[in-house]
């Protein structure tokens, strides 16, 4: 699909709104349900359901294969194409589940807990159910008409709250979380294929496979050494520390990830098409870059920054002082967060560009440092104090938190040449809203020692930041910001 400069342009703009929209919406629902589940469950609770997320994730990774990146990535695919790639991740995803099955007591015996088995066979179903929505969320990604996402996955959260928040004050424990993430893939596959109205042909083609193998391959190496990145420290706190430990991680790893991974894949599902729109310009590839560059800056660092400072009142107002041990870990894996959003975005210039074996290398790369640090810090790993049972952990997270730092360098320097600007034009669209970020978080914090109640905390904070940030961004004649605010407000100017 060919489109125009404006026609490119507004549909970006479209798209990115009602990724921010989804976004918002779904991260509210996920929010409030699992306040309340926090406020029930125990920490083991969410302890067994992290230690069964480490298979499932990489099961959910291996049924897509990359096969969706490489679809958006192709400017024509074919029915037949759509239908090849539907069919192979049904296949994939009943194998998977069968093997997944068999092995759930081994599972359960890594981590020291027979609760595991029963409530791991009734989860692992989640991955079939999903598998049958890909493709269609794959189209309409592709055409840049995210609304029908944005409604499918309200409806699937508004399902699963329901389910999860009945199961869980009924006493069922971890089995309401299982349920609960049953009724989301039932409740938004549904509806998903009513939104579509995309179809399988009864027809399966090798060769249109293999021609997705290109891309496909490398992003499932890619996707491979990611979700083993994610996933890797879940499986050494549970084996070594714990599932109370583990619980408290979970839900550090859960809330710092719904900005982290909610900015990711806004950023993804709609700069990826856009990227792929001009990959043979590379004038207008090169612009592209440079106001993505900034764009990403200006959302990412103050969320992630504000977010830190915010933490202790955010906990305390949600669920009071059951899970304080998470605020640091949810605070480290913030700051290791802002490194995942950057490297995720020059990935996907990477993939607009078809370069699928740098892909990877960058990926073995990150994950040979992450790794390498996290073997430097295992031993401390179950290192507790009465005051903070998770002083091992910390310690694991700062030294993640490097290497991410690390690897982020060195796919600045990469993915700059490959787009064809150099690392300090790069550095130079971040600083900005780095620098102006750091200064705000000062008058942020004093703003917690005004008062004691959190909820009040928060609504001050949310003032001061706000202000200041809209206000700074305004003198500083942001064109970011001025464009957007533009949009928003349904004023466009012609430039």
């Known amino acids: 699909m060919a489109y125009e400069n404006g026609n490119l342009k507004e549909l970006t703009a479209k798209?990115?709104?009602?990724?921010?929209?989804?976004?918002?919406?779904s991260q509210v629902l996920y929010a409030i349900t699992g306040i309340i589940l926090a406020r029930v469950l125990s920490q083991e609770d969410f302890g067994l359901i992290g230690a069964i997320l480490v298979f499932q994730a990489f099961a959910q990774m291996m049924v897509d294969s990359g096969f969706s990146t490489a679809l958006i990535q192709r400017k024509s695919p074919t029915q037949t194409d759509y239908s090849t790639v539907f069919w192979f991740n049904i296949g994939v995803a009943i194998s998977l589940y069968l093997l997944l099955f068999l092995a759930a007591p081994w599972i359960a015996s890594l981590f020291h807990d027979s609760r595991i088995t029963p409530l791991s066979r009734v989860m692992f179903l989640a991955i079939i159910i999903n598998s049958t929505s890909i493709v269609q969320a794959n189209r309409l990604m592709k055409s840049m008409n995210v609304r029908p996402l944005a409604a499918a996955n309200a409806l699937g959260l508004t399902g699963s709250a329901v389910t999860g928040i009945y199961l869980a004050l009924?006493?069922?424990?971890?089995?309401?979380?299982?349920?609960?993430?049953?009724?989301?893939?039932?409740?938004?596959?549904?509806?998903?294929?009513?939104?579509?109205?995309?179809?399988?042909?009864?027809?399966?083609?090798?060769?249109?496979?293999?021609?997705?193998?290109?891309?496909?391959?490398?992003?499932?190496?890619?996707?491979?050494?990611?979700?083993?990145?994610?996933?890797?420290?879940?499986?050494?706190i549970g084996n070594m520390a714990g599932m109370a430990p583990l619980g408290y991680y979970t839900q550090a790893d859960k809330w710092s990830k719904m900005g982290i991974t909610s900015l990711s894949?806004?950023?993804?599902?709609?700069?990826?098409?856009?990227?792929?729109?001009?990959?043979?310009?590379?004038?207008?590839?090169?612009?592209?870059?440079?106001?993505?560059?900034?764009?990403?800056?200006?959302?990412?660092?103050?969320?992630?920054?504000?977010?830190?400072?915010m933490a202790t009142p955010i906990f305390?107002?949600?669920?009071?002082?059951?899970?304080?041990?998470?605020?640091?870990?949810?605070?480290?894996?913030?700051?290791?967060?802002?490194?995942?959003?950057?490297?995720?975005?020059?990935?996907?210039?990477?993939?607009?560009?078809?370069?699928?074996?740098?892909?990877?290398?960058?990926?073995?790369?990150?994950?040979?440092?992450?790794?390498?640090?996290?073997?430097?810090?295992l031993p401390i790993i179950?290192?507790?104090?009465?005051?903070?049972?998770?002083a091992g952990l910390s310690v694991m997270l700062w030294g993640q938190i490097i290497a991410s730092a690390l690897t982020w360098v060195i796919s600045l320097l990469v993915t700059a040449g490959k787009t064809g600007s150099s690392a300090f034009k790069f550095l130079y669209q971040l600083l900005p809203y780095f620098l102006l970020t750091v200064l705000i978080m000062f008058p942020e914090y004093l703003v917690s020692d005004?008062?004691?109640?959190?909820?009040?905390?928060?609504?001050?904070?949310?003032?001061?930041?706000?202000?200041?940030?809209?206000?700074?961004?305004?003198?500083?004649?942001?064109?970011?910001?001025?464009?957007?605010i533009d949009y928003l407000l349904k004023h466009k100017k012609n430039r």
């Open 15 to 25: 798209s990115l709104k009602w990724n921010v929209i989804d976004r918002v919406a």
């Open 170 to 236: 009924m006493g069922y424990g971890a089995w309401a979380i299982v349920w609960q993430t049953i009724a989301n893939g039932i409740v938004k596959s549904g509806a998903l294929w009513f939104l579509s109205r995309w179809y399988p042909s009864v027809n399966f083609s090798f060769s249109a496979l293999k021609s997705f193998f290109k891309v496909g391959s490398g992003i499932l190496a890619s996707s491979f050494l990611n979700t083993l990145f994610q996933n890797i420290y879940s499986f050494f």
């Open 382 to 390: 179950t290192l507790r104090t009465p005051d903070n049972p998770v």
């Open 265 to 309: 894949q806004s950023i993804t599902s709609a700069f990826l098409p856009t990227l792929s729109a001009v990959q043979d310009d590379k004038e207008r590839l090169t612009r592209t870059v440079s106001k993505m560059n900034r764009f990403t800056a200006y959302l990412t660092f103050p969320a992630m920054g504000f977010l830190m400072v």
């Open 450 to 484: 005004l008062c004691t109640d959190p909820w009040i905390t928060i609504l001050l904070q949310s003032i001061v930041i706000i202000t200041l940030y809209l206000g700074v961004n305004r003198i500083l004649g942001s064109k970011i910001q001025e464009e957007l």
């Open 316 to 377: 305390h107002a949600l669920f009071g002082y059951k899970w304080d041990p998470s605020i640091i870990l949810f605070q480290l894996l913030l700051v290791r967060g802002v490194f995942t959003i950057l490297t995720g975005l020059y990935n996907n210039y990477l993939v607009s560009l078809a370069q699928s074996k740098m892909i990877v290398l960058m990926e073995f790369l990150r994950d040979g440092i992450a790794i390498a640090a996290l073997f430097i810090t």
